[in-house]
């Protein structure tokens, strides 16, 4: 059973959220670390770049597969981790440490899930 | 009628009996009569005997020049005799591609020795294990340039001329606007570049030597379309990397070429080899194959592929490229080509062929109406001429002789000299253009 | 092993290019590189030994068996390799005039009227290197062909999710957004889904048949005829053709267009990842949008010409020729009746094989397969945590090539089986008790094959490491 820390918010794609004043600070979740396996490399969006609720901002990269981080909110990116940059590993050693983006200015925000409406999401990928 | 089928009659029956069938019409129940053919108009089977006899006489229906003096983007070069016994072995001949690297390290090995080696003549970080052969390189080159703000190619109107075709096919598919800078006596004129660069460029194709065997004024170009923010891909003559300076030392971002000068034979266009190698920032972007290093699990130095998320099996429709096989064999022998001849032997390979180039048109000069074009230009090892007779007409005259005379060109001739052709063969060459202008 | 590099020793000669008989050439010191390429100075002998050492690291046909599905892994007949080395090809230059090339321009012609008459097609290029740069050429056609209409609106191209990853990015390259179909679950293009998928955008579909689960689709006519109803055009990948030709054509089936992968279907060796050569083929109404030159026969002589609305060249000159020479000796020799002999038997080694497996795998589906099959380790997975890629890495040590290992994505936990004609009786029975012995290990020491291979030059490699820390070249020794 994968973590799932309670005071976060999710998205039914794995990202995690959580804020920080008027920033949004979002992370890939445990479960999506390890469905992907050892994360190899992660290709960032740069400071200052657009981001779209619902759109593709990152590309995270395991020895076999490559999938999209979704962004649940549309507005600017504030800042990035870079340290991901040159160790992909922290995603796959503390998730909710390993934050990809923060983003201001956000004017739309999808529909975010409590870890327990995750956790249903995650319990009918398992199955 | 040939067949590589061990099966014995007896043996067929009894497996179509432990499937319950009785023959192999059966197999094929699932297709729908309107798509069936029950005999296809092709001739007969043949023996081995039969079929090399008849492939043979194809063969003999060609033409074999004893002297080539034509280049153009296929090179006659020596090729040594262990280049052709190694990689005529069946184990790299009958491999798949690499993917289970714990009996593939042979190929793996040979893969990044060669990739090593592209990087040493190239001046660059990384190369990938090839593509189908210098068109395609120079087209996926341009490619990997793209930017969201960034998407035209400036391609230099000197560069081949089939080069540019591939790279007009690749970027227009693509929604890639392609600009052909204008030819300036033989060359590209920086103006001209900087007039073309604008803040949509993402890149600047020249080759060098060029298509007209001249070597570019690549310092200024380069410096040019990076001021302009635009990158750069150098198409180059592995070949003259034995002795002039690399993409790597000019600055430029991407460096290609076509490898057959490397130890493939002319081959009437193929098998050729695309070699592509860039600066360690775009090495995702890089196309296709790469072999990487690694360890097993009792520490053992391994190589497999690496970087796959970047390929189609794993991107599917979001991949760069669609590549999947190259041309392996290739590049196989480009790397035993290249420890076959050495790094003295690489120069001297260049250095003939280019002082081959000069001997001729030197002599070429002294014979009236062939002028060299480009009088002021230094070029490596070939060089357009004017042609005072039809340029066809001149090459069937010297075809009779059993040479295969320059390429005519802009109404002149394009020659090419490699090692291969001797001061001997020149000057058989010369005297022969003087007969026949003479007539 | 060693690298060539870490043989090299400076000052070791060679002897193979003579000193200069004229002058040098002069140039301009700022044209000269400042140093020598680092490239390995090694003695005749020792670069010999370096690879027969990695021969001896290599699985190749020729050393074992190879069953790895969708790659077609038959027998290279060594007459097509003498061809190909005949001087009289190689020694050619590819801008001779063509009629000191007679002998050349025959190959190219009669490989592809040959290869039209086994499709069904009216007009082929031999331009394209390898199947996925055919791919390419093929979807250039359809979309040249839609432009040519003034039909701008067609930019979808449908692709069932059991397609190979290059059908996808190969319609990316060619301009076009993709569209997936699901396969019903009989491995086969879902009928309705393909009804709701095709409209007025629809540029084309790609199939492969027999598709990637090694079924032949029955429904391919209904398929052929619900894209061209919408106005699109249907392309064929050739990859599979080896199951079929000589008894069904993609021509006959509905498709306009195709590709070939000779290296696969027409016995041309893989060379450890080419080169290969991948011919598009298209019926008449395409045929003037093919890449240039194309051959032709006046009387009794060959000459080049260019199609009219050519979509431009894909490659240089008329691609991996030597390859088509041992293409066309392949077919020269196989004949009319070799030719379906010979995927009669791809079928019928891949159905002895499933048999023999059967009820000890589970197949992916449970029916006559054609040259190839789908087994899942779900199950082995699930209760005994031994894995495909456990399997595939443990026959290994038997000496026998993976079959493919999780592909098609439709099937979880996949190996995917490719016999091919050329294997005898004996070598399919070995190859069964081999899978059955890794069974039953499976049950009794499950240990022992997640270490698998045990036998061979190399454990498994750290793939991570290789990907978080590329090393792509030797360094010198200067870390």
């Known amino acids: 059973m994968s973590n799932i820390p309670a005071e976060l918010k999710y998205t039914a794609s794995h990202e995690w959220i959580r804020t920080e004043g008027d920033l949004y600070v979002i992370g890939l979740t445990d479960f999506a670390q390890s469905s992907l396996g050892d994360i190899v490399f992660i290709e960032l969006p740069q400071e200052g770049d657009a981001v779209t609720m619902g759109e593709s901002f990152a590309d995270v990269e395991s020895v076999k597969a490559v999938s999209g981080v979704f962004s649940p909110v549309s507005g600017t990116v504030a800042a990035v981790n870079e340290a991901l940059i040159d160790n992909p590993a922290l995603l796959n050693e503390a998730p909710y440490d390993a934050w990809l983006i923060k983003v201001s200015g956000a004017q739309e925000v999808g529909e975010l899930l409590d870890a327990a409406g995750y956790e249903a999401v995650c319990k009918a990928e398992e199955a | 009628m040939g067949s590589y089928i061990p099966a014995t009659g007896e043996e067929r029956k009894a497996m179509l009996a432990a499937l319950g069938l009785s023959s192999t019409e059966e197999l094929f129940q699932v297709v729908p009569e309107q798509a069936r053919v029950h005999e296809l108009n092709l001739p007969e089977g043949l023996s081995e005997m039969e079929v090399a006899r008849k492939v ?27 280049v052709k016994t190694v990689t005529s072995r069946e184990e790299f001949v009958t491999a798949y591609t690499p993917y289970q690297a714990e009996i593939s390290q042979g190929i793996l090995q040979s893969i990044f020795e060669y990739q090593t080696q592209i990087c040493e003549l190239t001046g660059m970080d990384v190369s990938n294990a090839s593509v189908y052969d210098g068109a395609v390189a120079a087209a996926e080159g341009c490619l990997m340039c793209m930017e969201r703000r960034r998407n035209g190619v400036i391609l230099a109107g000197t560069a081949d001329p089939q080069v540019r075709e591939v790279v007009e096919t690749y970027c227009e598919s693509r929604g890639v606007p392609v600009t052909v800078l204008p030819v300036s006596d033989g060359a590209t004129s920086t103006d001209d570049l900087r007039a073309a660069l604008s803040e949509g460029t993402a890149c600047v194709y020249v080759q060098s030597p060029n298509y007209y065997g001249v070597l570019e004024d690549m310092d200024a170009l380069v410096a040019a379309a990076h001021e302009a923010g635009a990158r750069v891909v150098m198409g180059a003559n592995p070949i003259s990397l034995g002795l002039l300076k690399t993409p790597g030392e000019y600055g430029a971002d991407i460096a290609v070429g076509e490898g057959q000068p490397l130890g493939m034979p002319l081959g009437f266009g193929g098998p050729y080899l695309g070699f592509m190698a860039c600066r360690k920032e775009l090495m995702r972007r890089l196309p296709g194959r790469i072999v990487g290093e690694t360890v097993d699990g009792e520490g053992r130095r391994a190589f497999v592929l690496t970087l796959q998320a970047r390929e189609q099996h794993i991107r599917r429709e979001k991949a760069s490229s669609n590549i999947c096989s190259n041309e392996a064999l290739c590049a196989m022998t480009a790397s035993v080509y290249l420890a076959a001849v050495g790094p003295q032997g690489l120069r001297r390979v260049a250095e003939n062929s280019a002082a081959h180039a000069h001997y001729l048109a030197g002599k070429l000069a002294s014979v009236p109406g062939f002028a060299l074009r480009h009088k002021g230009r230094e070029f490596f090892h070939e060089f357009l001429t004017d042609c005072p007779v039809d340029p066809d007409m001149l090459c069937s005259r010297l075809a009779e002789r059993g040479i295969l005379g320059g390429l005519p060109v802009e109404g002149g001739l394009l020659w090419c000299c490699t090692e291969l052709c001797t001061r001997n063969d020149m000057d058989e060459l010369v005297t022969a253009i003087r007969e026949v202008c003479a007539q | 092993m060693k690298l060539l590099f870490e043989r090299s020793r400076p000052g070791r000669c060679e002897s193979i290019i003579p000193p200069c008989d004229v002058e040098q050439a002069q140039f301009s010191p700022s044209l000269l590189r400042a140093a020598a390429p680092r490239l390995p100075e090694i003695a005749e002998v020792d670069l010999g030994r370096h690879y027969t050492e990695l021969a001896s690291q290599t699985h190749g046909v020729n050393k074992g068996f190879y069953p790895l599905g969708s790659c077609t892994m038959k027998y290279n007949p060594r007459v097509n390799e003498e061809m190909a080395a005949l001087p009289g090809f190689t020694d050619i230059h590819p801008l001779q005039p063509a009629e000191t090339a007679q002998g050349c321009l025959e190959v190219l012609y009669e490989t592809e009227r040959l290869l039209c008459e086994i499709t069904g097609m009216d007009g082929m290029t031999m331009q394209p290197a390898a199947g996925a740069h055919g791919e390419y050429t093929g979807l250039l056609l359809i979309r040249r062909y839609h432009l040519s209409r003034g039909d701008t609106a067609r930019t979808k191209i449908i692709v069932p999710d059991s397609a190979h990853g290059t059908n996808p990015a190969s319609a990316t390259m060619a301009g076009f957004t993709v569209v997936s179909v699901p396969s019903n679950a009989e491995g086969g293009v879902d009928i309705e889904a393909l009804r709701k998928a095709v409209g007025p955008d629809t540029a084309g579909l790609m199939l492969t048949n027999p598709n990637t689960v090694g079924l032949f689709d029955p429904a391919i006519l209904d398929i052929t005829r619900i894209v061209h109803e919408a106005g699109g055009l249907c392309y064929y990948d050739g990859a599979n053709l080896n199951a079929v030709m000589g008894h069904a054509r993609p021509g006959d089936m509905g498709f306009d267009c195709v590709h070939l992968n000779l290296h696969k279907t027409f016995s041309t060796p893989h060379g450890g990842g080419g080169p290969g050569c991948g011919p598009a083929g298209c019926k008449a109404f395409l045929e003037p949008f093919l890449p240039g030159p194309r051959v032709r026969k006046e009387e009794s002589r060959f000459t080049f010409f260019q199609p009219e609305k050519s979509m431009g060249r894909v490659r240089s000159f008329c691609g991996n020729f030597l ?157």
């Not at chain 3, 079959?403 to 070995?430: G, K, N, Q, R, W």
Request: charged share 20%; with cysteine; net charge negative.
């Open chain 2, 56 to 82: 043979s006489g194809l063969a003999e229906r060609n033409v074999r020049f004893r002297s080539v003096f034509r280049g153009a983007g296929a090179y006659r070069h020596h090729i040594p005799a262990i």
């Open chain 3, 323 to 479: 390859v088509a020479v041992k293409a066309l000796t392949y077919i020269l020799t196989l004949g009319r009746e070799g030719i379906p002999e010979a995927s009669a038997m791809a079928v019928l080694n891949a159905n002895y094989l499933m048999k023999k497996l059967a009820g000890h795998y589970d197949m992916a589906y449970d029916t006559l397969c054609m040259h190839e099959f789908v087994m899942s380790l779900e199950k082995q997975k699930n209760e005994l945590g031994v894995s495909a890629m456990d399997v595939a890495k443990s026959l290994l040590d038997y000496g026998i090539h993976p079959p493919t290992m999780y592909f098609p994505l439709i099937v979880h936990e996949a190996l995917m089986v490719e016999p091919t004609e050329t294997e005898s009786p004996e070598t399919l029975d070995d190859a069964a008790e081999a899978f059955l012995s890794i069974l039953e290990q499976a049950r009794t020491d499950a240990a022992h094959l997640h270490g698998a291979p045990h036998h061979c030059p190399i454990g498994r490699p750290d793939e991570v490491r290789a990907a978080r820390t590329p090393v792509l070249r030797y360094d010198f020794g200067q870390k």
